[in-house]
């Protein structure tokens, strides 16, 4: 498997990194831009991502809207079904405007409230068939 995980804060990277790479091999940006060039790299390369990891709160381009680009992307490609990336949201934002745009605008799979601990990590994604 591959994740790609979007924070602009190197520590999460690092953390995540660390948890997840047993399970596959991981790649970081610090932002949607970034999120999206890297994206388009792993298509065009045939070695799409399994799971994205999606911070909410970022400069540049928020987590919302560079998910939506990435969805939008997905679609111009043709990836459909068991081709689209699975969406985590990585957030310390737990309000239900910011939770409800995550799951019904972005498909988010789930959705992670920062600070993070390695059991709630790991449950949530075995609960939601990521691991």
């Known amino acids: 498997m591959r994740f790609l995980i979007i924070d602009d804060d190197e520590t999460v990277h690092m953390y995540l990194t660390q948890l ?4 596959a091999r991981c790649e970081t940006v ?18 799409p991502f399994d799971t994205i990891f999606m911070d909410i709160l970022m400069p540049e381009m928020d987590g919302h809207a560079a998910t939506q680009k ?15 990336f699975k969406l985590v949201m990585i957030t310390s934002l737990n309000d ?6 995550a799951f019904f605008k972005g498909y988010a799979s789930c ?6 601990s390695k059991v709630g990590v790991l449950n949530e ?6 691991l």
């Open 30 to 47: 610090f932002n949607g831009t970034e999120a999206i060039d890297v994206f388009k790299k792993a298509v065009k390369d045939k070695d």
């Open 111 to 116: 959705y992670i409230v920062k600070p993070f």
């Open 96 to 101: 239900t405007k910011n939770v409800s745009q």
């Open 70 to 84: 990435l969805r939008d992307l997905e679609k111009e490609l043709g990836l459909y079904g068991p081709e689209e």
């Open 125 to 130: 994604l075995r609960e939601n068939n990521i």
């Open 20 to 23: 997840l790479e047993p399970y």
